[in-house]
């Protein structure tokens, strides 16, 4: 069973930094592409960043681009996302999730078919 698990989630303040991580479970990891979305109240889930399974591309949404990178740890299974500069517009439910194969799909969720259950991030003063 695939199991991912997100953590590092917290509130800070404008420009702080956070690391979040996603450890997955279940599936042979270096096989899998893993993105992380992020869900704001009222709004649509939006595509974060991707990383591909051999780390070789990635992408990331316009708006965090030069703030975040995504990486990963294929030894100890785990995506992370580093967050910089934050922005209290970067306030959301943040997700990992994986279209169960090597490459990204993109920024639609619908795309992804395993999903952990979320880090709230909130930035505020």
């Not at 996603?22 to 649509?44: D, H, L, M």
């Not at 299974?77 to 990992?96: G, I």
Request: proline fraction near 3%.
């Amino acid at each position: 069973q695939v199991q991912l698990v997100e953590s590092g989630g917290g509130l800070v303040q404008p420009g702080s930094s956070l690391r979040l991580s996603c450890a997955v479970s279940g599936v042979t990891f270096n096989y899998y592409a893993i993105a992380w979305f992020r869900q704001a109240p009222g709004k649509e889930r939006e595509g974060v960043s991707c990383i591909s399974s051999s780390a070789g591309s990635a992408y990331y949404l316009d708006s965090v681009k030069g703030r975040f990178t995504i990486s990963r740890d294929n030894a100890k299974n785990t995506v992370y996302l580093q967050m910089n500069s934050l922005k209290p517009e970067d306030t959301a439910v943040y997700y990992c999730a994986s279209p169960a194969e090597r490459y990204c799909r993109g920024e639609n969720y619908l795309r992804y078919n395993h999903w952990g259950q979320g880090a709230q991030v909130t930035v505020s003063s």
